[in-house]
Nanobody, 120 residues
Framework: QVQLVESGGGLVQPGGSLRLSCAAS????????VGWYRQAPGKERELVAGTTSGVTTNYADDVKGRFTISRDNAKNTVYLQMNSLKPEDTAVYYC??????????????WGQGTLVTVSS
């Protein structure tokens, strides 16, 4: 019913930039909270950046000043602009969206994950 499709991941050199996109489609009445999470090998999944309305945002300490989360409500798309990437940023990145469907069902959806590799 609702699907999140991520794009933009790949291989980038340290100091480089990537922009991740997550497009939501399906029976969507509204998208409330959205966020990007990541999971590195041997580590738990952690919140990288999140926003409720696009105005209120929060970031993991390690990415503050480097990453920016934004959303285009008209396109049901959330973005993660990643600048000054470090090898420590290497992880699988997941998009998450808290979505209210037209049916009245409220649910948290996850994307399939996209790999970001920061290496020289």
């Amino acid at each position: 019913q609702v699907q999140l499709v991520e794009s933009g991941g790949g291989l980038v050199q340290p100091g480089g930039s990537l922009r991740l996109s997550c497009a939501a489609s399906g029976s969507i009445f509204s998208i409330d909270a959205v966020g990007w999470y990541r999971q590195a090998p041997g580590k738990e999944r952690e919140l990288v950046a999140g926003t409720t309305s696009g105005v209120t945002t929060n970031y993991a300490d390690d990415v503050k000043g480097r990453f920016t989360i934004s959303r285009d409500n008209a396109k049901n798309t959330v973005y993660l602009q990643m600048n000054s990437l470090k090898p420590e940023d290497t992880a699988v990145y997941y998009c998450n969206a808290d979505i209210l469907g037209y049916s009245g069902v409220h649910f948290s959806y996850w994307g399939q994950g996209t790999l970001v590799t920061v290496s020289s």
